[in-house]
């Protein structure tokens, strides 16, 4: 038997105490959950374009703020750190999802119904958590900002962003990325298999973090592609006025629902508890 066959088994044999077992990811696992995600922001586009719209809003009030107060190079942060709070952002439409996959009323009552119940368990703290990393990382930004632009001769950053077109901008730029990556994938691999999972059955979050988080570094190749898509979707999708994040917030949203459902092993699916 070979490596990759020896991993799947052992990551389906031992996941963490609570969580459940997954099946080995491959592209045509991924496409199955597009295809699914596609289906269901046609079947219910009511309810994609209104929580992208919260999220396209505080975008907007996000970059009104760094244009009111004379702070735009704030900006160029938030926009490399506005897709961190993104999976949270999308937890209202797996639970559309969730209703459509298994025959539930779909209904704002319903849906905001389960979204409000999960104060009392455990999706508030991993949406500390994503805060938390959103926040470390503009206080991060800062830092990286003054140690390469501190001591340059610059244009007013207030009115101009000719600054980050110099080389210490430009080489900024490179360094806050790189550093902008590294926070994202570590958000990404102990978010995208948690957060639904949360949201389908009781576990505690630190479990769940645990069990997203091995799930990728188990599959690396398939689930980091995964990622890159989400980050060059999102990424695109801000530029025109934030205004792509219309398709490509529910698009994502009910595909990683869908993902982290078909990667469940039959087994360790749960009856329709929630509703």
């Known amino acids: 038997m070979n490596d990759p066959d020896r991993q799947s088994q052992n990551s389906a044999r031992d996941p963490q105490p609570g969580a459940p077992r997954f099946a080995p990811p491959t592209p045509a696992l991924i496409r199955q959950a597009l295809a699914l995600g596609w ?26 703020v760094t244009v009111k107060t004379g702070t735009t190079f704030w900006l160029i942060l938030a926009i490399f750190g506005f897709p961190l709070l993104g999976p949270f952002a999308a937890v209202g439409l797996y639970e559309v999802s969730r209703r459509l996959q298994t025959g539930q009323p779909l209904d704002w009552g319903g849906v905001l119904g389960v979204i409000l119940q999960q104060r009392k368990r455990q999706l508030p703290l991993i949406g500390a958590t994503i805060i938390f990393i959103f926040l470390f990382w503009f206080f991060l930004g800062h830092m990286i900002f003054a140690l390469f632009m501190g001591l340059s001769v610059m244009t007013n950053i207030s009115s101009s962003l000719a600054v980050f077109l110099t080389p210490n901008g430009l080489a900024m730029l490179a360094f806050g990325s790189a550093v902008g990556a590294v926070f994202a994938l570590l958000l990404y691999m102990i ?82 508890t929630i509703g």
């Open 191 to 272: 978010t995208v298999m948690s957060l639904p999972m949360l949201l389908d059955r009781e576990v505690d979050v630190v479990t769940a973090m645990a069990s997203s988080f091995s799930h990728v570094a188990a599959y690396p190749l398939t689930m980091l592609g995964w990622a890159a898509v989400i980050a060059v979707s999102t990424l695109i999708s801000l530029l025109p006025l934030f205004l792509g994040l219309v398709v490509v917030l529910p698009l994502l949203g009910h595909t990683t629902w869908h993902l982290y459902s078909l990667s469940v092993l039959p087994s360790d699916r749960p009856g329709p």
């Open 39 to 64: 289906s269901d922001l046609r079947r219910a586009p009511l309810f994609g374009l209104a929580f992208a719209a919260v999220y396209m809003l505080g975008g907007w009030l996000m970059a009104l």
